[in-house]
């Protein structure tokens, strides 16, 4: 089972609760993989989210080992939320923070993930394949389209 910590508005001083339904109609969902790669997932959903007046959603997969409560992350929470903050301050574009408690990666994913939901995420290309490009297969299996922006 999964909990939502409180979702924020970057640039805005309000919280958005976790049930109430986003602006726009389409949202754009980054998938937080590394730093590296959320930070350059973010500028391809910033142009991809300006040609279709859509809304950028940051989902951030928090496993919480077993041995701990779920709602007790080894992150703190203020620490992982100002984090991630300063991540999306680094893209330059509007961004809704949805920072989600969780014991297994997989179930949140098919939860937090609206059917047919546009998922942006990055890694690099290898002719091996690499977790972020098994991440995005697994994705596509379950109907969502995905965008996968290269690290270079």
Same mark, same amino acid.
């Given at each position: ?77 203020? =620490?992982?939320?100002?984090? =991630? ?62 965008? =996968?922006?290269?690290?270079?």
């Amino acid at each position: 089972m999964a909990r939502t910590w409180d979702e924020t508005r970057l640039g805005q001083a309000a919280v958005v609760p976790p049930g109430e339904p986003p602006d726009s109609p389409l949202e754009v969902v980054v998938l937080h993989t590394t730093t590296e790669g959320t930070l350059q997932a973010l500028k391809t959903a910033a142009r991809i989210a300006q040609g279709l007046a859509a809304q950028i959603r940051l989902l951030v997969p928090q496993t919480v080992p077993y041995p701990l409560p779920l709602d007790s992350p080894p992150i703190p929470k203020e =620490f992982t939320e100002r984090r =991630f903050r300063t991540v999306a301050s680094e893209a330059a574009v509007e961004t809704r923070i949805d920072i989600r408690l969780c014991r297994d990666r997989w179930v949140l994913l098919e939860s937090a993930l609206k059917p047919r939901s546009l998922v942006v995420l990055s890694g690099r290309r290898s002719w091996w394949p690499t977790s972020e490009s098994r991440l995005a297969r697994r994705l596509q299996r379950l109907g969502h389209q995905v965008v =996968f922006a290269d690290l270079t």
